[in-house]
Nanobody, 126 residues
Framework: QVQLVESGGGLVQAGDSLTLSCTSSGRLFSSSTMAWFRQSPGKNRELVGSISKSGARAYLVDSVKGRFTISRDNAKNTLYLQMNILKIDDTAVYYC???????????????????WGQGTQVTVSS
């Protein structure tokens, strides 16, 4: 089990920046592929990005490429999502997720992630 706690959400204006953090307890963080997902009202949860356990491989969906950065610090058991040039469409509850894996790869399939945080709300206003 990987217990995850997100933080850093809030209310910002369009064009602003925000950094989300996801802190893990336990010793499995550095063995886990990590990801950020988000869910807007009335929509399905969607992948934002994934990062391999070493951090060497990272993936972001097209809608956030060039604006968001996913990173991790295994010494601090923490996953980050740096969000720049925020848009109203980025409004959502953001979740971090972990998938313990033996190999260093990203995962874009939601069903592969079996450890989830409680989510943090990001609201972008005009």
């Amino acid at each position: 089990q990987v217990q995850l706690v997100e933080s850093g959400g809030g209310l910002v204006q369009a064009g602003d920046s925000l950094t989300l953090s996801c802190t893990s307890s336990g010793r499995l963080f550095s063995s886990s592929t990590m990801a950020w997902f988000r869910q807007s009202p009335g929509k399905n949860r969607e992948l934002v990005g994934s990062i391999s356990k070493s951090g060497a491989r990272a993936y972001l969906v097209d809608s956030v490429k060039g604006r968001f950065t996913i990173s991790r610090d295994n010494a601090k058991n923490t996953l980050y999502l740096q969000m720049n040039i925020l848009k109203i469409d980025d409004t959502a509850v953001y979740y971090c997720a972990a998938d313990v894996k033996p190999w260093d790869t990203i995962t874009i399939i939601e069903g592969d992630y079996d450890n989830w945080g409680q989510g943090t709300q990001v609201t972008v206003s005009s």
